[in-house]
C-alpha cells in the first residue's frame, strides 16, 4: 500500500504532466491554424498556376498519358509522415494506405522506391516490408516547408536521372480539426490533358487570356511551380493533419489525467484522513490510558 508521501509524488507528477499536456495542446491548435492558412493560400496559387497551363496547352494537341500495365515502369513514392509521436494512428492509417496501393507493383516484382519524410513514417514502412530509400526530417514550422520541398525535388530529378518515370505522393489529407484521410496525388507524369479540358469552363474574367513569351520557356517554368507547389501543399496538408491528431490525442490524454488524478485526490484525502483519525485516536487512547493511571493510583 501506498503511503501519504508517495500518492504526493504521485499527485505532483500528473499535475506536471497536465501542465505538458496543455503546452502540446496550445502548440498543436496554432500549428494548425498556421497550416490550414498555408493550405488556403496554395490552393489559390494553384489555380492560378492551374489556369497557366491551361493557357499555355491551348490549341496545342494533348493527350492522357498513356495507361501503363502495373510494374511495366519504375515506381518511386514521396510519403509524408511524422518525426515525433502521440498521434494516433497518424501513421499506421497511412503506412497500410501506401502498402494497399502499391501491393500490386511488389506482386508483380517491381520494388518502389520510397523515400519517407519523418522517421516515423520510415519505421512503420519498413515494418510492412518497404526498403526506404532516404528519409527527410520534417519541417518544423510553415516556414521550413520550402526548404524541404526544394530537398524533395532534388531527389525527384535525381530519380527521373535513373529513369523513373512515374511519381506518386502519399499524405494524410486535412479535413477538419482532428479528421484527415489517406490520400495519393500522381505527380509524375503530367496529365496535361486535365489542364486543357479547363478550356471548357468560363473564363474568370472579361479578357481573354494570352501570353507573349515562347509557348516552351512559358511551359518549363509553369511546370516547375505546379511540381513545387504540389509538393508544399502535400506537406502542409500532412502537418495540419500531423499536429490535428496530435489535438486529439492530448485532449484524450488530458481527460484520463483528470480522471486518474481525481481518482488519485480522492485516495489521498481518504489515506490522509485515515492518518488523522489514527492519530486522534492515539491521542484519545493515551488520554484515557492516563486518566485510567490517575484513577488507580488515587
Known amino acids: 500500500m501506498e503511503t501519504l508521501e508517495q500518492l504526493r509524488r504521485h499527485l505532483d507528477t500528473f499535475d506536471d504532466l497536465r501542465g505538458l499536456v496543455r503546452t502540446m495542446k496550445a502548440m498543436a491548435a ?16 494553384w489555380r492560378t498556376v492551374e489556369l497557366g497551363l491551361n493557357v499555355v496547352l491551348r490549341d496545342v494537341p494533348v493527350h492522357p498519358p498513356p495507361v501503363r500495365r502495373r510494374g511495366a515502369a519504375p515506381l518511386a513514392a514521396v510519403v509524408f509522415g511524422t518525426d515525433h509521436g502521440m498521434c494516433g494512428r497518424f501513421n499506421d492509417e497511412l503506412a497500410d494506405h501506401v502498402a494497399h496501393a502499391l501491393g500490386p507493383e511488389r506482386r508483380a516484382g517491381v520494388a518502389p522506391r520510397l523515400l519517407a519524410v519523418g522517421a ?9 516490408g518497404f526498403e526506404i530509400e532516404s528519409t527527410h526530417a520534417v519541417p518544423a514550422a510553415t516556414a521550413h516547408i520550402t526548404a524541404a520541398v526544394r530537398r524533395l525535388l532534388l531527389a525527384i530529378d535525381a530519380w527521373q ?5 512515374r511519381v506518386s505522393l502519399f499524405f494524410n489529407r486535412h479535413l477538419s480539426t482532428g479528421r484527415y484521410e489517406p490520400a495519393t496525388l ?25 501570353f507573349s513569351m515562347g509557348r516552351g520557356a512559358l511551359l518549363a517554368a509553369l511546370l516547375r511551380q505546379y511540381f513545387f507547389v504540389t509538393i508544399f501543399r502535400s506537406c502542409a496538408e ?3 493533419s500531423e499536429n490535428g491528431a496530435r489535438l486529439v490525442a492530448m485532449q484524450a490524454a488530458e481527460k484520463n489525467l483528470d480522471e486518474r488524478g481525481d481518482e488519485l485526490t480522492a485516495e489521498f484525502r481518504r489515506r490522509r484522513q485515515d492518518a488523522i483519525t489514527s492519530e486522534l485516536l492515539d491521542v484519545v487512547s493515551g488520554y484515557e490510558a492516563a486518566l485510567s493511571a490517575t484513577a488507580e493510583a488515587v
Open 120 to 128: 516515423r513514417m520510415a519505421t512503420h514502412l519498413e515494418q510492412s
Open 238 to 240: 500532412s502537418l495540419a
Open 161 to 165: 536521372a535513373d529513369g523513373i518515370e
Open 30 to 45: 496554432v500549428s494548425i491554424h498556421q497550416h490550414e492558412q498555408a493550405v488556403r493560400a496554395l490552393s489559390v496559387y
Open 186 to 210: 500522381r505527380l509524375l507524369p503530367v496529365d496535361f490533358a486535365r489542364f486543357a479540358a479547363l478550356e471548357r469552363e468560363p473564363w474568370e474574367s472579361q479578357r481573354l487570356p494570352t
